[in-house]
């Protein structure tokens, strides 16, 4: 086709009110802009006000499948307009993901923007960008979203500073998503990966060991020794010797319980283990470190009449929904029939497992355990 008889043709399109011509227009121009020949030319300043008019007056009346498509057509040009990509970065998921991924006209203060007002989803793209400045990796960090420190530990080329590796080995003992990717990261250094190693599963002790050349035996007896301290500091029940007062032994699982914190292996299956030893104020005590909540809100929820509350920090802490009704149970066993409300309350505290994320049930066990 011509130049002449596409210029015609755009005009035929910029005339009609036809919604699938206004989309084809659309796309012509983008076809135009990003033609052999466009390049600086683009960039001047009357020219990008009238590209930014065009395309933002096409846009707000443009289908969702055609601003997909213009998403995917401008995720590369450097000559589009910076309101528009803003604008499309907001979108829907899908429409932004191609400009967050690879847009250069994006810059440092736009992807903080984002970080604030965009969805988890937008976060999860954005910790994904190749060669994220360090001030966006700042932010995730701050915000300790886990989905969002999950991409980011797995972004190989992301800005991060040495102190960033080590918030990011920190986070890893509650944040198990992490602990694969940062295993793998380029910079990971060895003093890190034996930090790494004391929290992580066999296979990633292997893989940890064989990289940095770790000395495994001495590592694992280190390991061994700080259970087995742990496992001795538990008061055990021998006649003839005199039991702690209810002052000392709450002092002890609080040192127990810190202990297999600081060991990363205070995990929630410990807490079933705990309620089948009959042992309910080490499970208070290690649900509170478990959560980071306040101790004295998990007492108050045990003896309440409100299951759910119990059930929310269940939720919070990765407990699944089946195992639910058996640790209720067992607490009611143990704590005289409380947290009570009967069985009707019991089948409503299942709805704290769903569809509600872990963030959302803490801040909800906070919130109403505070009221209590």
Same mark, same amino acid.
């Given at each position: 086709?011509? /130049?002449?008889?596409?210029?015609?043709?755009?005009?035929?399109?910029?005339?009609?009110?036809?919604?699938?011509?206004?989309?084809?227009?659309?796309?012509?121009?983008?076809?135009?802009?990003?033609?052999?020949?466009?390049?600086?030319?683009?960039?001047?300043?009357?020219?990008?006000?009238?590209?930014?008019?065009?395309?933002?007056?096409?846009?707000?009346?443009?289908? *969702?499948?055609?601003?997909?498509?213009?998403?995917?057509?401008?995720?590369?040009?450097? !000559?589009?307009?910076?309101?528009?990509?803003?604008? /499309?970065?907001?979108?829907?998921?899908?429409?932004?993901?191609?400009?967050?991924?690879?847009?250069?006209?994006?810059?440092?203060?736009?992807?903080?923007?984002?970080?604030?007002?965009?969805? @988890?989803?937008?976060?999860?793209?954005?910790?994904?960008?190749?060669?994220?400045?360090?001030?966006?990796?700042?932010?995730?960090?701050?915000?300790?979203?886990?989905?969002?420190?999950?991409?980011?530990?797995?972004?190989?080329?992301?800005?991060?500073?040495?102190?960033?590796?080590?918030?990011?080995?920190?986070?890893?003992?509650?944040?198990?998503?992490?602990?694969?990717?940062?295993?793998?990261?380029?910079?990971?250094?060895?003093?890190?990966?034996?930090?790494?190693?004391? !929290?992580?599963?066999?296979? /990633?002790?292997?893989?940890?060991?064989?990289?940095?050349?770790?000395?495994?035996?001495?590592?694992?007896?280190?390991?061994?020794?700080?259970?087995?301290?742990?496992?001795?500091?538990?008061?055990?029940?021998?006649?003839?010797?005199?039991?702690?007062?209810?002052?000392?032994?709450?002092?002890?699982? *609080?040192?127990?319980?810190?202990?297999?914190?600081? =060991?990363?292996?205070?995990?929630?299956?410990?807490? @079933?283990?705990?309620? *089948?030893?009959?042992?309910?104020?080490?499970?208070?005590?290690?649900?509170?470190?478990?959560?980071?909540?306040?101790?004295?809100?998990?007492?108050?929820?045990?003896?309440?009449? *409100?299951?759910?509350?119990?059930?929310?920090?269940?939720?919070?802490?990765?407990?699944?929904?089946?195992?639910?009704?058996?640790?209720?149970?067992?607490?009611?066993?143990?704590?005289?029939?409380?947290?009570?409300?009967?069985?009707?309350?019991?089948?409503?505290?299942?709805? =704290?497992?769903?569809?509600?994320?872990?963030?959302?049930?803490? =801040? =909800?066990?906070?919130?109403?355990?505070?009221? /209590?």
């Amino acid at each position: 086709m011509s /130049l002449a008889l596409s210029s015609d043709r755009l005009l035929d399109l910029a005339k009609s009110r036809a919604p699938a011509d206004r989309e084809r227009l659309l796309l012509a121009i983008v076809d135009l802009c990003d033609a052999p020949g466009g390049g600086e030319g683009m960039k001047a300043s009357q020219v990008q006000g009238l590209l930014n008019s065009i395309f933002m007056s096409l846009v707000v009346e443009a289908e *969702r499948d055609i601003r997909r498509r213009l998403s995917e057509k401008l995720a590369d040009a450097d !000559w589009a307009p910076p309101a528009l990509i803003n604008v /499309l970065a907001l979108d829907e998921i899908e429409i932004a993901a191609p400009i967050i991924a690879s847009s250069p006209v994006l810059q440092d203060t736009d992807l903080l923007r984002l970080l604030i007002e965009a969805t @988890v989803e937008h976060q999860i793209e954005i910790a994904r960008r190749p060669r994220l400045p360090q001030t966006a990796v700042a932010a995730i960090l701050a915000k300790a979203e886990p989905a969002v420190l999950s991409a980011l530990a797995s972004n190989k080329t992301a800005e991060l500073s040495l102190d960033d590796m080590e918030q990011l080995v920190e986070m890893s003992r509650q944040v198990t998503s992490l602990r694969t990717p940062l295993s793998r990261h380029p910079l990971l250094t060895q003093r890190l990966a034996e930090r790494l190693y004391l !929290w992580v599963g066999l296979a /990633l002790r292997q893989a940890l060991a064989e990289r940095f050349r770790l000395d495994k035996r001495a590592l694992d007896r280190a390991i061994a020794a700080a259970i087995a301290e742990i496992q001795s500091a538990a008061p055990d029940e021998i006649e003839g010797v005199t039991l702690p007062s209810a002052e000392e032994r709450e002092a002890m699982e *609080r040192k127990l319980i810190d202990k297999l914190h600081q =060991a990363g292996q205070l995990r929630p299956g410990y807490l @079933v283990r705990t309620l *089948r030893e009959g042992r309910l104020s080490l499970f208070a005590t290690a649900l509170a470190m478990l959560g980071r909540f306040d101790a004295d809100h998990v007492r108050r929820a045990l003896d309440s009449d *409100r299951p759910e509350l119990l059930a929310l920090a269940c939720s919070a802490v990765g407990i699944d929904r089946s195992v639910f009704p058996a640790i209720l149970q067992m607490v009611r066993e143990l704590n005289a029939d409380r947290p009570g409300g009967g069985e009707d309350s019991a089948r409503r505290a299942s709805g =704290a497992f769903g569809p509600v994320t872990a963030k959302v049930a803490h =801040a =909800a066990f906070r919130q109403a355990a505070g009221a /209590l």
